[in-house]
T-cell receptor, first 114, second 111 residues
Framework: DAGVIQSPRHEVTEMGQEVTLRCKPI?????LFWYRQTMMRGLELLIY????????DSGMPEDRFSAKMPNASFSTLKIQPSEPRDSAVYFC????????????FGPGTRLTVT | RKEVEQDPGPFNVPEGATVAFNCTYS??????FFWYRQDCRKEPKLLMS???SGNEDGRFTAQLNRASQYISLLIRDSKLSDSATYLC????????????FGQGTELSVKP
């Protein structure tokens, strides 16, 4: 299995631009999670989906952030407009059950907003 | 106060040493516990689950004390390859089943 796939691996953009991060979960997994990691705040859960349905988006920082999961094999996290404080590593993870079962993380997308 | 608190370290130890990490959690409704490992600039990976009776996996031993809301990880005979950040993770279903990560404890094993 290829594991969780994320793209791009690195993204540098200017403030105000739209950023779209992509994730392909492990085949057969029915839960997908988006996390953000910074030195200051550590690893934070932004949103998670179960069977393509958003279950908890309370971690999404503000309306500039949105996430979709149109099918079982693809999810996007969009930031529009981006701000320098959005600079972080964004991880996607998937699991074979509800949150709390073993989660497998993707390699992350390192986002820099200048 | 953070929900999951860990000593950030760094812990600098020689090869072969035994090292212990501690973690406290504030929500008594927490139901599942894990240790994850994260190498520099890499993704977190599950190291082991933590069971009420304590559990061991090779050189790694995890303990849980629900009364004190305390979790520990013991690494015996530490190797250079154990150098990483160790994340304490708790889950409580009354928050939608979210995993809550501690800030991590950095370990550096020196020759």
């Amino acid at each position: 299995d290829a594991g969780v796939i994320q793209s791009p691996r690195h993204e540098v953009t200017e403030m105000g631009q739209e950023v779209t991060l992509r994730c392909k979960p492990i085949s057969g997994h029915n839960s997908l999670f988006w996390y953000r990691q910074t030195m200051m705040r550590g690893l934070e859960l932004l949103i998670y989906f179960n069977n393509n349905v958003p279950i908890d988006d309370s971690g999404m920082p503000e309306d500039r952030f949105s996430a979709k999961m149109p099918n079982a094999s693809f999810s996007t996290l969009k930031i529009q407009p981006s701000e320098p404080r959005d600079s972080a590593v964004y991880f996607c993870a998937s699991s074979g059950g509800l949150a709390g079962t073993v989660e497998y993380f993707g390699p992350g997308t390192r986002l820099t907003v200048t | 106060r953070k929900e999951v608190e860990q000593d950030p370290g760094p812990f600098n130890v020689p090869e072969g040493a035994t090292v212990a990490f501690n973690c406290t959690y504030s929500n008594s409704a927490s139901q599942s516990f894990f240790w994850y490992r994260q190498d520099c600039r890499k993704e977190p990976k599950l190291l082991m689950s933590v069971y009420s009776s304590g559990n061991e996996d090779g050189r790694f031993t995890a303990q849980l004390n629900r009364a004190s809301q305390y979790i520990s990880l013991l690494i015996r005979d530490s190797k250079l390859s154990d150098s990483a950040t160790y994340l304490c993770v708790v889950l409580h279903y009354n928050q939608g089943g979210k995993l809550i990560f501690g800030q991590g404890t950095e370990l550096s094993v020196k020759p």
